[in-house]
T-cell receptor, first 111, second 116 residues
Framework: GAGVSQSPSNKVTEKGKDVELRCDPI?????LYWYRQSLGQGLEFLIY????????KSGLPSDRFSAERTGGSVSTLTIQRTQQEDSAVYLC?????????FGPGTRLTVL | AQKITQTQPGMFVQEKEAVTLDCTYD???????LFWYKQPSSGEMIFLIY??????QNATEGRYSLNFQKARKSANLVISASQLGDSAMYFC?????????????FGTGTRLTIIP
């Protein structure tokens, strides 16, 4: 079946602009995760959705970052007023058991 | 808090040889899961193998096996009969297995290069 998909694959934006990154999880997966991969910080957890429970936002680096998951499926990660330090690859994963399956990521470049 | 340590930033291995990628971890959680992921140059994180902390036997998946030594807090990945396509970054990761706390903590990775 289809894996996790993310769009866009690449996004270049100017400092101060808002961006939205999209994640389509594997059908039937109840949990959805966002991670960020950057040269300086490695792989970092951002936010986690599990079913209808309140999301775990403990990894969001600032209040400029937010995410929602509509209908228990698609998720959007929004970064407001982007900064150059937001440049990274944003990875989405989904799971229904122990293992998280990752999408191809969105490479965000903030100029 | 959890911590994963991968001490080998890079490794070069001759094709067809076996390779061991080191991973040590630290956690106060009584129950946890350990994972290895492969990230080729394309960027996608590919799940390789999983080991639960209470599993009695070491996990195996094809050419991949996980050498789990709980007392030493190590979870090394062994790749047998390496192939050119194994060249990639490899990440060790862990998470608690209690519901609602399932975020992965990753190591810094090992870049494996297979030499023909």
């Amino acid at each position: 079946g289809a894996g996790v998909s993310q769009s866009p694959s690449n996004k270049v934006t100017e400092k101060g602009k808002d961006v939205e990154l999209r994640c389509d999880p594997i059908s039937g997966h109840t949990a959805l995760y966002w991670y960020r991969q950057s040269l300086g910080q490695g792989l970092e957890f951002l936010i986690y959705f599990q079913g209808n429970s309140a999301p775990d936002k403990s990894g969001l680096p600032s209040d400029r970052f937010s995410a929602e998951r509509t209908g228990g499926s698609v998720s959007t990660l929004t970064i407001q007023r982007t900064q150059q330090e937001d440049s990274a690859v944003y990875l989405c994963a989904s799971s229904v058991g122990d293992t998280q399956y990752f999408g191809p990521g969105t490479r965000l470049t903030v100029l | 808090a959890q911590k994963i340590t991968q001490t080998q930033p890079g490794m070069f291995v001759q094709e067809k040889e076996a390779v061991t990628l080191d991973c040590t971890y630290d956690t106060s959680d009584p129950s946890y899961g350990l994972f290895w992921y492969k990230q080729p140059s394309s960027g996608e994180m590919i799940f390789l193998i999983y080991q639960g902390s209470y599993d009695q036997q070491n996990a195996t998946e094809g050419r991949y096996s996980l050498n789990f030594q709980k007392a030493r807090k190590s979870a090394n990945l062994v790749i047998s009969a390496s192939q050119l396509g194994d060249s990639a970054m490899y990440f060790c990761a862990m998470r608690p297995t209690n519901f609602g706390n399932e975020k992965l903590t990753f190591g810094t990775g090992t870049r494996l290069t297979i030499i023909p």
